[in-house]
């Protein structure tokens, strides 16, 4: 199996307002699927068990903030709905592409007292992944 790096990641968020590419100054994207449980345990049980029910994700991203990142910051604005476009090893013919329609969760700002701004932001899955 051949390794992948992270640096032909392609990611894009498309909203109301456009489209903004996070892959340009990127340094982290983490997709962390999750999955609802309910509980079936009865009678006699001694151990609990359980089956699995509605799938959920949230996205994590995060990047080097630009001092004209307020185009950015707008677009990752809490509660602005989108869709978020994946592309782990880049656009090639053949390539992994996920599509996620999901809800931006806010930017996030960190500003360290001697290194670089960074931006981040969580999206929220909303819906099936495509």
Known sequence: MAEITGKDLVATWAYSGGTVNLNTDFRTLS???NIDLAETTAGADTDKTYI???KDATIEW???YQSAGTAL???LE???GGTLTVYPEGTASGKQKDI???IAMGAKI???YADVVEISCTFQ????KS
């Open 31 to 33: 997709i962390n699927p």
């Open 52 to 54: 699995p029910t509605i």
């Open 62 to 64: 995060s990047g080097l």
């Open 73 to 75: 910051v707008s677009a």
């Open 78 to 80: 809490a509660g602005t």
């Open 100 to 102: 996620y329609p999901a």
């Open 110 to 112: 960190n500003i360290p």
């Open 125 to 128: 899955k909303n819906g099936a």
